[in-house]
């Protein structure tokens, strides 16, 4: 893994440059940031061993904001301390990506419910703009736009339940399942069913049908 020269630095021109507004935040907050945004594309391999010194050098700072960093990746069950120095990318778990999805499918329901109540036409047409592009890429087989488009939709649904905590609690769980989806989502008939069941879905919004928006929230991430 290497991340140095200009390109790779925080805010530069090249993969770094997934975080914003870095200019507002702390060192600290944009390593740790970059760093779980790598874990969980999967850009940095599972059995990769992840070093104080290696990490310092890539990112030319001290071992204060890395070390910071990787306490708070193994804070959060992302990263695993190795016996013999270093971090590991914990691995994928089939129990807890059940877990992870029923906790999504209660929470999700619920805020799709508030959003059928609270849901702006401009909101509505973002939605359906999103499912327009999100078939197109399906279409011609790109995969990793259209697991893009997947998670505007369902951030979209967040945004308009118009709650703060439950979209931060969903914001939150959601990197947790950007992890597990290329394990239990990323297949031409899932993303095929994913399609379907989004349309239905927006069919029941704009009727305003609450409860049938739930049921088939909770269904759909199920």
Wanted: glycine share 4%; proline share 2%.
């Amino acid at each position: 893994m290497s991340f140095s020269g200009e390109k790779n630095k925080p805010g530069g021109t090249g993969d770094f440059g997934v975080i914003r507004n870095y200019a507002k935040k702390t060192l600290n907050e944009i390593i740790y940031e970059d760093l779980k945004d790598k874990i969980l594309k999967g850009d940095i391999p599972s059995k990769e061993r992840l070093q104080e010194d290696n990490l310092t050098k890539d990112y030319e700072t001290s071992r204060t904001p890395i070390r910071d960093a990787l306490r708070k990746l193994e804070q959060e069950n992302i990263i695993e301390k190795l016996p013999y120095g270093g971090y590991e990318i914990k691995e994928v778990d089939i129990e807890e990506i059940e877990e992870i999805f029923g906790i999504r499918s209660v929470l999700e329901s619920y805020a799709a419910s508030l959003a059928t109540k609270r849901i702006t036409e401009a909101e509505v047409e973002k939605i359906e703009e999103i499912l327009v592009r999100a078939k197109e890429a399906l279409k011609n087989d790109d995969y990793e736009t259209f697991i893009d488009l997947d998670t505007e939709f369902h951030t979209s649904f967040y945004k308009a339940s118009r709650s703060e905590h439950l979209l931060r609690i969903l914001l939150n769980l959601w990197d947790y399942f950007i992890r597990y989806r290329k394990v239990a989502f990323l297949t031409k008939p899932n993303l095929e069913d994913s399609l379907k069941g989004h349309q239905i879905i927006l069919k029941k919004l704009k009727e305003g049908d609450q409860k049938a928006v739930e049921r088939l929230v909770r269904k759909h991430v199920n």
